[in-house]
């Protein structure tokens, strides 16, 4: 089953803010941004999501631009014996996988967005409880 978490962000002067979604486990599926309909964040725009307290990278995207925008994450699938990138044959495109998150909020940093700006951010979580 898929649960959707929703963070609303609204930035302070300088340009910043933070977000957290409740805990939740589960493989992250998609991120979804929607911008308010008139004080979008601005076109420049930097975003880090992340496992708030593992530090699991899940999303690093830089100038975001103010229309909606949706992203399906993936990490680097690695070998166990010496962290090397799988690859589907040698030399060939990178083997991913969905990345998880376990009884942990999802924290969501916005920079450089411009003044109280504002948008909604939507996380699938499949599996999520």
Request: proline share 5%.
């Amino acid at each position: 089953m898929v649960k959707v978490l929703t963070v609303a962000i609204t930035t302070a002067a300088g340009g910043g803010a933070t977000g957290y979604s409740q805990p939740v486990s589960g493989l992250v599926r998609a991120i979804a941004y929607v911008p308010h309909a008139s004080t979008p964040l601005d076109t420049g725009a930097d975003i880090v999501v992340s496992g708030n307290t593992s530090g699991m990278a899940i999303l690093t995207k830089a100038n975001i631009g103010t229309s909606a925008v949706q992203w399906h994450p993936r990490a680097p699938t690695v070998a166990v014996a010496d962290g090397s990138a799988l690859l589907y044959a040698a030399g060939g495109t990178a083997v991913t996988d969905l990345i998880p998150v376990a009884e942990e909020a999802i924290k969501i940093v916005v920079t450089n967005g411009d003044a109280s700006k504002s948008g909604t951010f939507f996380m699938f979580i499949d599996g999520g409880v």
